[in-house]
């Protein structure tokens, strides 16, 4: 029988924006209305041309009637024609031009959009439409930029936790489409269109790392599409790996994370090599009605002994007890029963149904019989189990089996026992 996850019921709050504040063509006008503005509104920008050069000091909305009908146009007076320098900021459907070097410039920032602008090279040597430096949790999508000496878009000093999204937009006439400096896995650039662009189309910089697979030849045809395709596969740091294992339902409730973990490999039989839990993942996987769920462990790699797609056997430690005693499993399931004899005349033993109730081994006394002892186990692995409680000492003989007789119709002198 499957069971259906039944999900907790959302209550969902309603988010409450700022006024809308509507500004028309004047001197100063987006500025004046920036300036006026508390954090949170909108700005509506109505048809016409600004001729000014912005600064978004707060966190607000400048949302135009659309790209085609707004334009900001420093007049070539200034380094950047709108600049944001506060955290979340949005910017919508407006054109910018007239800057000497950056047209639309965005640093050291965090939760901003760009979205459906059209950035223009008028003054004769801006370098980047949109610029984008040390900054994280951006979104850059549906932007047209044309004309730029350096890119049309620039994504520079990014963080190694940098999440950034430069999705579907445009170059057209630049030097470079998009330059990505110092990329992470974070970023992501898909879907963008390049055209007549004196360079590359996408450029990066100081990405260094190991190719690991090339799937194109020189001279081979690569076709634009919505699904862009892959070139290379190239890994920053090998340095840094991750193994991605799978944990049976039945034990991901003891697994969490900065959990120690230990691991072999083929290539190397004789050396374990050590790690701890990174992440837990929800998503299920399920193999032939078989669920299990994706736990990676981060793992350091200082000689690049662990290479791409190896077969790892990991073991995790989700508790540990020291100074304790330990039990078999086989003494936990060992349960006494009468014998019968066999055609031969050996006694055989019968299996008796699971035992139920409290847990109980038995321990060989000095005179050879058998003495029940009751006790309490904790945590255990697949071969013993922690004593917690119970009538038993360090060095006790517990038996786990019986011994097949070696004549025909004698019974075994004593039971084997185990240290523990």
């Known amino acids: ?10 209550v969902l709050a309603s988010t409450v924006h700022g006024a809308r504040i509507d500004v028309s063509p004047g001197p100063g006008a987006i500025q004046a209305a920036v300036d006026a503005a508390s954090p949170g509104d909108t700005l509506r920008v109505h048809a016409g041309t600004y001729e000014e050069a912005v600064v978004i000091g707060r966190p607000l909305r400048l949302v135009g009637d659309g790209a085609a009908d707004v334009l900001i146009d420093a007049g070539c007076n200034a380094s950047s024609a709108l600049t944001v320098t506060a955290d979340g900021v949005t910017i919508e459907r407006v054109a910018v031009a007239g800057a000497q070097e950056l047209t ?38 549906g932007n047209s930029a044309s004309g730029f000496a350096d890119a049309g878009i620039y994504l520079g000093g990014l963080a190694a936790d940098a999440k950034v999204r430069a999705l579907h937009n445009t170059s057209t006439g630049n030097t470079r489409g998009i330059i990505v400096e110092n990329s992470s ?36 045809t690569v076709a634009a599409s919505f699904q862009t395709p892959t070139l290379f596969l190239i890994a920053q740091d090998l340095t840094k790996m991750q193994v991605d294992t799978n944990v049976s339902e039945s034990d991901i409730g003891d697994v969490n994370r900065d959990q120690p973990a230990l691991f072999t ?101 000095p005179d050879g019989t058998l003495r029940k002892a009751a006790v309490t186990t904790g945590v255990r692995n697949d071969q013993y189990a922690e004593l917690q409680s119970g009538e038993l000492h360090d060095g006790d003989q517990l038996v786990v089996a019986y011994r097949q007789a070696r004549e025909t119709g004698s019974r075994p002198p004593s039971f084997p026992g185990r240290r523990f």
């Open 1 to 10: 029988m499957r069971l259906a996850t039944v999900l907790p019921l959302l």
């Open 265 to 365: 490999v083929d290539a190397y039989p004789g050396t374990a090599f050590h790690g701890v839990v990174a992440q837990v993942r929800n998503a299920p996987i399920t193999v032939q009605n078989v669920v299990t769920y994706d736990v990676v462990i981060a793992v350091d790699n200082p000689d690049l002994k662990l290479k791409p797609g190896m077969t790892a056997t990991v073991t995790i430690t989700t508790a540990e007890r020291t100074n304790v005693l330990r039990i078999p499993l086989r003494a936990l399931r060992f349960r006494p029963e009468h014998t019968q004899a066999s055609p031969t005349g050996t006694p055989k033993p019968e299996r008796s149904p699971t035992h139920e109730g409290p847990t109980v081994v038995w321990a060989l006394a």
């Open 104 to 141: 639309i410039d965005v640093e050291f920032r965090d939760d901003v959009v760009v979205r459906n602008t059209v950035t223009t090279e008028t003054c004769g040597g801006a370098e980047y439409g949109i610029n984008l430096y040390q900054s994280t949790n951006v979104r850059i999508v």
């Open 185 to 220: 896995p974070g970023v992501v650039v898909r879907g963008n269109v390049f055209t007549d662009s004196a360079g590359d189309g996408i450029f990066l910089h100081n990405a260094d790392g190991v190719v690991v697979a090339r799937n194109v030849d020189v001279g081979q």
